[in-house]
């Protein structure tokens, strides 16, 4: 009677044991880090669009100029848009601004994160549309110093990437793989790239003047120091266009293929783009005029930078069988991220 007396208390105390250890914070794998650094720029856009700004016409005017220089059946649509929030304007952008908040508190929080990811990519596609002209590349001007091919479009493809689901975990080499499979993950970055270096090569970007006068631009309304930074590389770039533009095509190439090398060339390829995508969100888009006021969101730079951060090689991938040995036991592996999000 003693020894099932004691065996039942060493039971207990197991599972006491077990049930702390399960209550033990885990940090955040690098997965979710970049699922919130995402929640926080969508928080940061919902600041931006509570702006004084965006209450007056100044947000509707914004909206009808994407419309200049689309093919009718993309522009009628904008122009339409345009004309309906400059009607409701309190209304409209009130309910703007909140949709971005939820956005980024639901991906924040864990139990909404899939619903708020889904939610973000519809909002994406159509704000894409709608408050952005499909980020210029139907009328000839869009440039990878302007924020083409949009930055909203890159907001849908870090929630595809970011997606809370390890289908291809054993053998993700990067954390962007873990949802959709390395070849896919490779395929979207080969084209998101590829379309970079496309409108770093097109006429209106290989004007002897064209990116002086585009970074050149951007100096208005900046405070001081950035204004400085702008005006002096445009200085560098004037007359200039036509080489600039072939450098910065060619290292755009080289990043569009470089996830496709041995994983030294791979992780060098991510340092090249996040060194690229910095200075363009410096100095060709002078941190997405944020600091200026009257910006919706702190445009492509910054978000191609935490795009490459997810393409970041994994120090080692598991096997298939060790992967899959956690679920012969019904319990998810330690630190496993899409056992709990």
Same mark, same amino acid.
Do not use: K
């Given at each position: 009677?003693?020894?099932?007396?004691?065996?039942?208390?060493?039971?207990?105390?197991?599972?006491?044991?077990?049930?702390?250890?399960?209550?033990?914070?885990?940090?955040?794998?690098?997965?979710?880090?970049?699922?919130?650094?995402?929640?926080?720029?969508?928080?940061?856009?919902?600041?931006?669009?509570?702006?004084?700004?965006?209450?007056?016409?100044?947000?509707?005017?914004?909206?009808?100029?994407?419309?200049?220089?689309?093919?009718?059946?993309?522009?009628?649509?904008?122009?339409?848009?345009?004309?309906?929030?400059?009607?409701?304007?309190?209304?409209?952008?009130?309910?703007?601004?909140?949709?971005?908040?939820?956005?980024?508190?639901?991906?924040?929080?864990?139990?909404?994160?899939?619903?708020?990811?889904?939610?973000?990519?519809?909002?994406?596609?159509?704000?894409?549309?709608?408050?952005?002209?499909?980020?210029?590349?139907?009328?000839?001007?869009?440039?990878?110093?302007?924020?083409?091919?949009?930055?909203?479009?890159? @907001?849908?493809?870090?929630?595809?990437?970011?997606?809370?689901?390890?289908? @291809?975990?054993?053998?993700?080499?990067?954390?962007?793989?873990?949802?959709?499979?390395?070849?896919?993950?490779?395929?979207?970055?080969?084209?998101?790239?590829?379309?970079?270096?496309?409108?770093?090569?097109?006429?209106?970007?290989?004007?002897?003047?064209?990116?002086?006068?585009?970074?050149?631009?951007?100096?208005?309304?900046?405070?001081?120091?950035?204004?400085?930074?702008?005006?002096?590389?445009?200085?560098?770039?004037?007359?200039?266009?036509?080489?600039?533009?072939?450098?910065?095509?060619?290292?755009?190439?080289?990043?569009?293929?470089?996830? @496709?090398?041995?994983?030294?060339?791979?992780?060098?390829?991510?340092?090249?783009?996040?060194?690229?995508?910095?200075?363009?969100?410096?100095?060709?888009?002078?941190?997405?005029?944020?600091?200026?006021?009257?910006?919706?969101?702190?445009?492509?730079?910054?978000?191609?930078?935490?795009?490459?951060?997810? @393409?970041?090689?994994?120090?080692?991938?598991?096997?298939?069988?060790?992967?899959?040995?956690?679920?012969?036991?019904?319990?998810?592996?330690?630190?496993?991220?899409?056992?709990?999000?």
């Amino acid at each position: 009677m003693s020894d099932v007396a004691v065996a039942g208390g060493q039971a207990a105390r197991q599972r006491g044991q077990g049930t702390a250890a399960e209550g033990i914070w885990q940090p955040p794998d690098t997965r979710r880090v970049l699922q919130l650094a995402l929640a926080a720029i969508w928080l940061l856009d919902a600041v931006l669009q509570y702006q004084s700004f965006m209450f007056t016409t100044g947000f509707s005017q914004m909206l009808a100029g994407t419309a200049s220089g689309n093919p009718g059946v993309i522009a009628s649509p904008i122009t339409w848009d345009a004309r309906l929030v400059g009607h409701h304007l309190v209304l409209v952008n009130t309910i703007f601004a909140t949709i971005q908040l939820l956005l980024g508190l639901g991906i924040a929080w864990r139990p909404t994160l899939r619903v708020a990811l889904a939610a973000s990519i519809a909002w994406s596609l159509g704000v894409w549309w709608f408050g952005e002209g499909l980020g210029g590349v139907l009328n000839g001007a869009a440039s990878p110093l302007n924020g083409a091919p949009g930055a909203v479009i890159i @907001y849908a493809l870090l929630a595809v990437l970011l997606w809370p689901s390890d289908r @291809y975990a054993a053998t993700a080499p990067f954390p962007a793989a873990r949802a959709v499979g390395a070849p896919v993950a490779r395929a979207l970055w080969l084209v998101l790239w590829g379309c970079l270096a496309y409108f770093a090569l097109v006429p209106a970007n290989r004007a002897p003047q064209a990116l002086h006068d585009m970074i050149a631009g951007m100096a208005d309304g900046q405070p001081g120091w950035l204004a400085a930074l702008d005006n002096h590389a445009a200085s560098l770039l004037a007359h200039h266009g036509l080489a600039a533009s072939i450098v910065l095509a060619i290292a755009l190439v080289v990043i569009a293929v470089g996830v @496709y090398l041995p994983r030294p060339a791979a992780r060098a390829t991510v340092v090249l783009a996040i060194v690229v995508a910095a200075l363009i969100w410096v100095f060709g888009e002078a941190f997405g005029a944020i600091l200026a006021g009257g910006a919706t969101d702190p445009n492509s730079g910054l978000l191609l930078i935490l795009l490459a951060l997810s @393409y970041w090689p994994s120090r080692a991938v598991a096997t298939a069988p060790e992967a899959t040995a956690p679920a012969a036991t019904g319990q998810p592996a330690a630190g496993q991220e899409g056992a709990v999000a």
